[in-house]
Nanobody, 115 residues
Framework: QVQLVESGGGLVQPGGSLRLSCAAS????????MGWYRQAPGKQREWVAS???????NYADSVKGRFTISRDNAKNTVYLQMNKLKPEDSAVYYC?????????WGKGTLVTVSS
């Protein structure tokens, strides 16, 4: 299994930017599909973005054009650059790693978008 630790959350104003990081353990990080999910109070967990080992990216419609997922395999780290943030982006953001049937989660980092 892989251990995941998210960081970079915080309080930002609408229209602002934030960059989340997910540091992963393990020597085979590069073959995992990595993703970001988020969950706001009282709402279902929502998939946000994913990136494959070949750097193919996919985004939820709600964040497309504003968020960018990337990975640095040399650092075992996945990033989520969030721009033009909206109050509805406020949530706990979770990093996930998938390899076959295995799905690992970090503990989350809180993002609050408010004026």
């Amino acid at each position: 299994q892989v251990q995941l630790v998210e960081s970079g959350g915080g309080l930002v104003q609408p229209g602002g930017s934030l960059r989340l990081s997910c540091a992963a353990s393990g020597s085979i990080f590069s073959i995992y599909v990595m993703g970001w999910y988020r969950q706001a109070p009282g709402k279902q967990r929502e998939w946000v973005a994913s990136i494959t080992s070949g750097n193919t990216t996919n985004y939820a419609d709600s964040v497309k054009g504003r968020f960018t997922i990337s990975r640095d395999n040399a650092k075992n780290t996945v990033y989520l650059q969030m721009n033009k943030l909206k109050p509805e982006d406020s949530a706990v953001y979770y990093c996930a790693a998938t390899l076959g049937p295995m799905h690992d989660w970090g503990k989350g980092t809180l993002v609050t978008v408010s004026s």
